[in-house]
């Protein structure tokens, strides 16, 4: 549509009033779907539709989100099994060379030479290739927020459906294929579930922070992620979501936790830690967002300037 219709070729190319981009549904839109559910299934299907409305439709209400996943994705006759690799084919000439990327990037490469030497292409057209993919929405380009070096430039899968499927339907194809998919979600994919829907999550915390007005003690200028080097311990280190005030002088530092544990006061003193290492941000507020809670230590020593979410608090309105 944007190339052809509205491209510099096209009859209507600079006759355009307005515009409006068709987005997927946000977490809380998604979770409209399925009001039956709990929090923890509608984040699993949002997780894994990305919040497309066709690909929700397709999640039946009646039976659990898991079995949704069994007949949608392991079944080589369900609308959802090929759809990835089926978008790719209507959009793109070298679909086998754009999914061995996606596939490199769901199976852990996020730099551009880890990428092209998993997918087995040369870097430089690698990198044109990644920038048809974030052309086209599927792929992100991301740096740790306030880092303004490119050498830190990662790449992630934006798109859930696309991470979902090549993170776990092709390393189960063959079973797939010969329609023997016993045992194939228990072993192949639920073990596997928490770590891919932490990354979800922090999406979903993301969404919550920018959705909701009183989320903060203090409006948002930019908000991301941030990774980088601890020059006393010369570890690596990582903080799940950063923000920065309007004016400056606040900074959010926050750590999602997509575990079956509740959370103990170690991951608030570990977030403190961190967060010292970005001493330019500003006065800084801290968030921990749990998907199971938090232990009555932590709640008793979250005080001022620290702010307690669960996933069910993310569904409130």
């Given at each position: 549509?944007?190339?052809?219709?509205?491209?510099r070729?096209?009859?209507?190319?600079?006759?355009?009033?307005?515009?409006?981009?068709?987005?997927?549904?946000d977490?809380?839109?998604?979770?409209?779907?399925?009001?039956?559910?709990?929090?923890?299934?509608k984040?699993?299907?949002?997780?894994?539709?990305?919040?497309?409305?066709?690909?929700?439709?397709?999640?039946?209400?009646?039976?659990?989100?898991?079995?949704?996943?069994?007949?949608?994705?392991?079944d080589?006759?369900?609308?959802?099994?090929?759809?990835?690799?089926?978008?790719?084919?209507?959009?793109?000439?070298?679909?086998?060379?754009?999914?061995?990327?996606?596939?490199?990037?769901?199976g852990?490469?996020s730099?551009?030479?880890?990428?092209?030497?998993r997918?087995?292409?040369?870097?430089?057209?690698?990198?044109?290739?990644?920038?048809?993919?974030?052309?086209?929405?599927?792929?992100?380009?991301?740096?740790p927020?306030?880092?303004?070096?490119?050498r830190?430039t990662?790449?992630?899968?934006?798109?859930?459906?696309?991470?979902?499927?090549?993170?776990?339907?092709?390393?189960?194809?063959?079973?797939?294929?010969?329609f023997?998919?016993?045992?194939?979600?228990?072993?192949?994919?639920?073990p596997?579930?928490?770590?891919?829907?932490?990354?979800?999550?922090?999406?979903?915390?993301?969404?919550?922070?920018?959705?909701?007005?009183?989320?903060?003690?203090?409006?948002?200028?930019?908000?991301?992620?941030?990774?980088?080097?601890?020059?006393?311990?010369?570890?690596?280190?990582?903080?799940?979501?950063?923000?920065?005030?309007?004016?400056?002088?606040r900074?959010?530092?926050?750590?999602?936790?997509?575990?079956s544990?509740?959370?103990?006061?170690?991951?608030?003193?570990?977030?403190?830690?961190?967060?010292?290492l970005?001493?330019?941000?500003?006065?800084?507020?801290?968030?921990?967002?749990?998907?199971?809670?938090?232990?009555?230590?932590?709640?008793?020593?979250?005080s001022?300037?620290?702010?307690?979410?669960?996933?069910?608090?993310?569904?409130?309105?």
């Amino acid at each position: 549509m944007e190339t052809q219709v509205l491209g510099r070729k096209s009859p209507l190319f600079g006759r355009r009033t307005a515009q409006f981009r068709v987005l997927p549904f946000d977490y809380l839109e998604a979770a409209e779907f399925h009001p039956g559910w709990t929090a923890e299934q509608k984040a699993l299907a949002y997780g894994v539709t990305g919040g497309v409305p066709l690909y929700l439709e397709h999640f039946r209400p009646e039976v659990s989100p898991e079995e949704n996943i069994r007949t949608n994705f392991l079944d080589p006759n369900s609308f959802l099994f090929e759809e990835p690799a089926n978008l790719l084919k209507q959009e793109l000439r070298e679909p086998r060379t754009y999914n061995a990327m996606l596939g490199a990037i769901a199976g852990g490469a996020s730099r551009l030479n880890e990428i092209s030497t998993r997918a087995g292409c040369e870097s430089g057209l690698c990198a044109r290739y990644l920038a048809v993919l974030m052309e086209l929405g599927i792929v992100r380009k991301e740096r740790p927020l306030f880092e303004k070096s490119s050498r830190k430039t990662i790449y992630v899968i934006e798109d859930p459906l696309f991470c979902f499927w090549h993170r776990f339907v092709p390393e189960n194809l063959t079973m797939i294929m010969a329609f023997r998919t016993e045992g194939v979600f228990e072993r192949g994919i639920l073990p596997f579930l928490p770590a891919y829907m932490g990354r979800i999550f922090e999406r979903m915390c993301m969404q919550y922070l920018l959705l909701s007005p009183d989320a903060l003690p203090f409006s948002l200028k930019e908000i991301g992620r941030w990774w980088g080097a601890d020059p006393e311990t010369r570890t690596q280190e990582e903080i799940d979501i950063v923000g920065v005030s309007q004016d400056g002088s606040r900074a959010l530092f926050a750590e999602c936790k997509y575990t079956s544990e509740q959370v103990k006061p170690e991951a608030l003193e570990r977030l403190r830690r961190r967060s010292r290492l970005l001493r330019a941000a500003g006065e800084p507020f801290y968030m921990l967002f749990a998907k199971s809670g938090f232990s009555a230590e932590l709640r008793r020593e979250a005080s001022g300037g620290v702010r307690l979410l669960t996933l069910e608090d993310l569904y409130r309105r």
